[in-house]
C-alpha cells in the first residue's frame, strides 16, 4: 500500500506554489553541504534546487510533525576539509542532520567525522543522509550507525550495468576509464572483476585514470581510446568530467558504446546530442523520466516546471519522504529516534516498486534501470535540456537482484 507519504509527493506544481498552511514556529534544517562554487557547482546547484523543491511540497502539506523544513546551503568547494570546515558551521548552527552526495572523499570525511562527533557529545547526535556518494567502503568497512546511503553504491550499479553488458553480443572490446579517487577506483575494480566472470571473451583494451575536475580538455584520452579499437566505454565520470569526456568524444567523431553511472546528470544529455550518440549512452538509474509510471511522471512534470531542470536525483525523494515517515513513526525529530525509524525501514519508492534501508549496513536498495538517450517518441513526455532526445528505459532490476553482501560491523548506540 502506497502510504500517505508517497501520495503528498506525487502532487502537481500548482500544489506545490500554493501558499504553506500555518506550521510551528520552530524550523527542523537540513544541512546541504556540496559544490556551490568551481567547476563542479552546477550539480551542487541542481542538488540544492531539488532539496528545496523536496522542502516546499513537505511544508505545503503540513511540514515535518507540524514543523517547517528548511534547506540550508553549505559550500564544500569540492574539498574534504574544507567539507568539514562546513559540517561544524551547520552543527555550531544548531543543524542536526546534514545532506551531501558529490564525491565519495568527501563522503567519507563527513561519516567519520559525525560518528565522532556523536561519541564525544551524546545528547547533540547528528545524521548524515549520503544520496549521491556511492564508494562501497562507505557501507562496509567504513560504514557507521548514523550515515544512511540512498543511492545504489558502485558495486550494485556495476553489477546491474555488467547484467546488461553480458546480453550484448556486439561488445568484444571495452576501454575504462575513470576519476582517480577512491570511487573511480572502485568502479575501476569492479568492471575488471564482474567483466571476467560473466563475459570472459571480452577484451579490456584500455584502462585510465585522471585527476578529478581537473582535465579541461580530454582529447588526448580520446585519441588512446580510438586507437585501442574499443567497441565500447564504460566510466564513472561525472559532472564537467563527464560532459567534457563526452564533447571530446564528439570533436574526434568516435562513435562507441557507453556505459555510464551518471550521463543523466546535468549537461550530459546535451554532451550526448552534440557528439552524435543516440541510442549509444547507457545510465544505470534508479529511475526513468519516460517510464510511464503516472505518479512519477506527475511528480517529474510538476518539479520541472517549479525548477527549469530534470529531477536527476530520485533517491533524494525517497530520502525525504522516509525522513518524514520516519519522524512520523517516532513522534519526534530527535536524530536518534529518526535514526532508530529508518533502520530496516521498507517503503514504495519513486519510481513504484518496494525498497527498503538494509538494517546490516544502512545500505538502500531498490529497483534499479538501465536507460539510454534517444530521440524521443510520441509516449515520451520529456526531453532533456532542448536537445529533442529523451531517456527511455532499455532494462529493469528488481529490488532482490540488486542486493549485494556487506562486510559492516556496525557499532550500534547502546
Not at 31 to 36: K, N, S
Not at 129 to 143: M, R
Request: net charge neutral; aromatic share 10%.
Amino acid at each position: 500500500m502506497i502510504s500517505r507519504f508517497s501520495t503528498m509527493f506525487c502532487a502537481i506544481a500548482a500544489t506545490v506554489v500554493a501558499a504553506l498552511p500555518a506550521v510551528a514556529q520552530d524550523t527542523v534544517k537540513i544541512a546541504y553541504v556540496d559544490p556551490l562554487s568551481g567547476g563542479m557547482a552546477s550539480l551542487g546547484e541542481v542538488g540544492l534546487k531539488t532539496y528545496q523543491y523536496l522542502a516546499d511540497v513537505t511544508n505545503a502539506h503540513g511540514g515535518v510533525l507540524g514543523h517547517k523544513l528548511e534547506i540550508v546551503a553549505y559550500d564544500n568547494k569540492l574539498n574534504a576539509q574544507e567539507t568539514l570546515v562546513q559540517v561544524q558551521k551547520a552543527i555550531d548552527a544548531g543543524i542536526r542532520f546534514i545532506t551531501q552526495g558529490n564525491g565519495s572523499a568527501f563522503a567519507a570525511a563527513i561519516e567519520e567525522f559525525v560518528a565522532k562527533y556523536n561519541d564525544r557529545n551524546p545528547g547533540k547526535e547528528v545524521l548524515y543522509f549520503n544520496y549521491a556518494a556511492v564508494d562501497p567502503v562507505l557501507t562496509n568497512e567504513k560504514c557507521s550507525y548514523w550515515h544512511f546511503r540512498w543511492d545504489a553504491n558502485s558495486d550494485i550499479k556495476m553489477t546491474a550495468l555488467t547484467n546488461y553488458m553480458k546480453t550484448r553480443a556486439n561488445i568484444k572490446k571495452v576501454y575504462l576509464i575513470n576519476q582517480d579517487y577512491s570511487f573511480g577506483q572502485a568502479v575501476r575494480a569492479e568492471a575488471r572483476k564482474m567483466l571476467n566472470a560473466k563475459r570472459p571473451d571480452i577484451e579490456i583494451v584500455g584502462d585510465e585514470m585522471h585527476p578529478l575536475a581537473k582535465v579541461v580538455d580530454f582529447s588526448p584520452y580520446i585519441a588512446k581510446i580510438k586507437a585501442s579499437g574499443a567497441d565500447s566505454v564504460i566510466t564513472g565520470n561525472w559532472g564537467q568530467d563527464f560532459s567534457l569526456l563526452l564533447k571530446a568524444a564528439g570533436d574526434a567523431g568516435l562513435q562507441v558504446d557507453w556505459y555510464t553511472y551518471y550521463a543523466n546528470g546535468i549537461g550530459g544529455p546535451t554532451a550526448v546530442k552534440q557528439a552524435n550518440l543516440p541510442d549509444r549512452v547507457f545510465a544505470i538509474v534508479e529511475g526513468v523520466p519516460n517510464d510511464p509510471y503516472a505518479p512519477a511522471q506527475e511528480f517529474e512534470k510538476a518539479f520541472r516546471v517549479k525548477t527549469g531542470v530534470s529531477l536527476f536525483y530520485p533517491r533524494a525523494v525517497n530520502e525525504i519522504r522516509m525522513f518524514v515517515k520516519a519522524a512520523d513513526e517516532a513522534k519526534s525529530v530527535e536524530p536518534t529516534k529518526v535514526a532508530a525509524k529508518l533502520d530496516g525501514m521498507k517503503t514504495t519508492v519513486y519510481n513504484g516498486g518496494e525498497g527498503f534501508m538494509r538494517s546490516d549496513d544502512h545500505q538502500f536498495f531498490q529497483p534499479m534501470y538501465i536507460e539510454n538517450l534517444g530521440p524521443i517518441g510520441k509516449d515520451q513526455p520529456f526531453e532533456e535540456e532542448n536537445t529533442g532526445w529523451g531517456w527511455k528505459m532499455t532494462g529493469k532490476i528488481d529490488t532482490k537482484d540488486t542486493i549485494v553482501p556487506t562486510t559492516c560491523k556496525m557499532n550500534r548506540p547502546s
